[in-house]
């Protein structure tokens, strides 16, 4: 599972789980116990979530509800089309999943848990898990007088991660500016380990502002898994480039290669020098069409022509690629040349 493992609704009643390490073993148990487990939240911790339990439930009789306001999963990350393609999919893996509705309360009765929902809806559950998303914690800033951006939250710092004089600031609670794609707030694990190390260095002098970006990943079942970079957000004009995808082009064909049953590893500063573009390999990589399988392919998140975000759907470990063409941060008039960079015929 990716990291984001910040939920902010934990009951006293216990009937509400937030997901820590020992939340998640205890989640786990819960799901052998139970008939029914609702997941409050659409984005990578309720889909992962909801797929994983939901796998476990087509040999049980365990129900899976997700309940979610946006309009299909991963709604705020992945353009529409591919939301709803994810939405059907994360169905097929046994939830039932209840798009473009909110909770409006919820009440403890008969040893279930009511939820009524926003469109008129009466829900009844065992357990309720809230995966709505996290607030960087900024109590520190009146006592310490650190600005707080009143836009995204979070602390205030310079592309070099500092607040001021000896404050650095790292992780999810840093509001930095990147050189590159302007103010930022992360909330991503790979960001955690990058900042850290930067704002270390420049506590020892490294004067080195925010220059490397940091990635993300996250698996939908064994199926569906991407990778992404920069500012990865569905309100941006985005361009999709798809091929056909085989077996090996799944999270789960790729951590079996890793034999680690892991595929994520925070990355080195390993930087795309040299980037092959194989003969035709673009051939057949075109736009997405209605009712087509996504089997693998890359999307491009733009910004005035300037592709600000990268998202590698089922592709694997061609991070540094996407790396440079953000750092590049050059207009491009036809994106499938720049697609063809990720070979994504190949293999
Ligand atoms: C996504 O699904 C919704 C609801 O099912 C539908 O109204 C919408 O047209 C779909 N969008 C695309 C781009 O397919
Ligand atoms: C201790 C130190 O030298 N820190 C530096 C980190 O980077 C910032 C911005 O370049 C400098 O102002 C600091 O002096």
Redesign the pocket.
């Known amino acids: 599972m990716e990291e984001d493992l910040q939920i902010l609704s934990r009951s006293k009643g216990g009937n509400i789980t937030a997901v820590l390490i020992e939340d998640f073993k205890s989640l786990e148990k819960i799901s052998r116990n139970v008939k029914s487990i609702v997941i409050i939240g659409g984005g990578f911790l309720g889909s992962e979530l909801a797929c994983a339990l939901g796998r476990r439930a087509r040999d049980t009789d365990l129900e899976v509800i997700q309940i979610y306001p946006e309009k299909g999963n991963m709604g705020k990350i992945l353009p529409e089309y591919l939301s709803n393609w994810t939405t059907e999919k994360v169905r097929k893996e046994g939830v039932n999943v209840m798009a473009n509705t909110v909770v409006k309360s919820a009440k403890y009765q008969d040893k279930k848990v009511i939820l009524k929902l926003k469109d008129g809806q009466t829900v009844k559950t065992d357990h309720v898990v809230a995966a709505v998303g996290l607030e960087p914690s900024v109590e520190l800033a009146k006592s310490a007088r650190l600005e707080v951006d009143s836009d995204l939250g979070g602390f205030r710092v310079?592309a070099?991660l500092?607040a001021r004089s000896n404050i650095w600031v790292a992780g999810d609670a840093a509001c930095f500016y990147d050189l590159k794609l302007g103010r930022r707030r992360v909330e991503h694990h790979d960001h955690a380990v990058v900042s850290g190390r930067l704002a270390g260095e420049?506590?020892?002098?490294?004067?080195k502002p925010y220059w490397h970006q940091s990635m993300f990943w996250s698996d939908l079942g064994p199926d569906v898994g991407y990778e992404a970079i920069g500012i990865v957000d569905s309100s941006l004009p985005t361009v999709g480039v798809f091929a056909k995808g085989t077996a090996k082009d799944t999270p789960k064909a790729v951590t079996q290669e890793s034999g680690t049953g892991i595929r994520s590893e925070s990355e080195t500063e390993e930087i795309a020098t040299s980037v092959s573009v194989s003969a035709g390999a673009a051939a057949s990589a075109r736009p997405p069409q209605e009712g087509e399988d996504y089997g693998k392919g890359v999307i491009f998140y733009l910004r005035e022509k300037v592709v600000v975000g990268i998202l590698l759907w089922n592709i694997f470990n061609r991070m540094p690629i996407a790396r440079k063409v953000i750092k590049d941060g050059e207009e491009h008039d036809d994106l499938n040349e720049i697609a063809k960079l990720f070979n994504i015929h190949e293999d």
């Open positions: 310079n070099e500092q420049n506590m020892t002098g490294a004067s």
